[in-house]
């Protein structure tokens, strides 16, 4: 695998990974995949349920098109291997926390220059093309990921995966700078054919939306309200879980959701398990919310993640580890 290299997928690269990745995902169920309970109408379940499993945990936060920060985090050293090299042993679970498309904070300008291409009816213009570089870039990776671990390696549903930039299913259009969420479905269809934008499609709506483990539990954001165990397996089933776990806004959530939710999923002596969350973005390296219950990292300025190694809480100071300082002090020796 090669997870250096940035350029734009062709058209079958990218639909023939993109259906690989949708039959991975679509297949976790049965009795041979205890870890991602069915759901009610057959279907794999939202939640992957690793609630007796000890082993350690890397979480990261928003991708959001940054292609080099999944290199670094792959190059990051854990017990004097890389993370690629620990999950290739099977020694770690490494989990992505959703949003892998769409640039933010430092490329406002580009897409004010795609936007421009965009009311010209240039779908796919230069400046466009180097968003879509960097973001299929990545997103490629990442199924080649999934499909070569599919039991340690897992990306969860974000609010911006959403590629049809539809308002169904517990999702809503996006924009932030622009018109980012249209922008990019019009660039797919325009670029590579309505084929491969149904096909990009039916991987998002396979995603889980939830992590579970004795060490911690992940989700895109924090959850709106209380949820039941059979609620999260259930998600795509009722618009509002998809919602309440992939959109929820600072100061939208009910008071004490994640800990009562804690308790469903794993029981009341492990309410103080910590529930880790992207979504909205920090300014330093991580805030609490829920009385100290949620805690978010994603800081889109910096290439921080979480290692979760033992089940005593979280620590700051010890857990939250920044991969490019690790990877240049790497490159020094």
Not at 128 to 154: D, R
Not at 164 to 181: I, L, T
Request: proline residues 4%; glycine residues 6%.
């Amino acid at each position: 695998m090669n997870f250096f290299e940035t350029k734009l997928p062709s058209h079958d690269e990218i639909f023939t990974l993109s259906e690989e990745m949708t039959d991975v995902l679509e297949n976790e169920k049965g009795d041979a995949i205890p870890w991602r309970p069915v759901a009610s109408d057959g279907t794999a379940g939202s939640l992957l349920d690793f609630s007796h499993s000890d082993i350690p945990v890397v979480i990261i936060p928003d991708l959001h098109a940054r292609h080099s920060f999944l290199k670094n985090v792959l190059n990051f050293h854990i017990d004097r291997k890389t993370v690629l090299e620990n999950l290739e042993e099977g020694k770690i679970h490494l989990v992505f926390a959703g949003d892998a498309l769409h640039s933010e904070k430092t490329t406002r300008e580009r897409w004010m220059n795609c936007y421009i291409e965009y009311e010209n009816g240039v779908f796919s213009g230069p400046f466009m093309k180097e968003e879509m570089t960097e973001g299929l870039s990545l997103l490629m990776n990442l199924f080649q990921l999934k499909i070569s671990f599919p039991e340690n390696f897992h990306f969860l549903k974000g609010n911006h995966e959403n590629i049809m930039n539809e308002c169904s299913g517990g999702d809503f259009p996006f924009r932030k700078y622009v018109d980012e969420g249209d922008m990019v479905k019009n660039f797919i269809s325009d670029f590579y054919g309505d084929d491969v934008l149904y096909m990009l499609s039916l991987y998002e709506k396979a995603l889980p939306l939830v992590y579970v483990s004795k060490k911690c539990i992940i989700s895109h954001a924090e959850p709106r309200r209380v949820f039941s165990k059979q609620e999260i397996i259930d998600a795509r089933l009722d618009d509002a879980v998809v919602s309440g776990l992939v959109w929820t806004a600072n100061n939208e959530a009910e008071e004490n959701s994640v800990e009562n939710t804690t308790i469903n999923l794993l029981g009341k002596k492990a309410k103080n398990v910590p529930w880790f969350g992207g979504h909205r973005p920090v300014s330093g390296k991580f805030s609490m919310r829920q009385n100290g219950h949620f805690i978010q990292f994603h800081n889109p300025l910096l290439q921080n993640i979480v290692y979760i190694k033992n089940g005593n809480g979280f620590n700051p100071e010890n857990d939250i580890r920044n991969v490019l300082l690790d990877v240049n002090k790497e490159s020094k020796r």
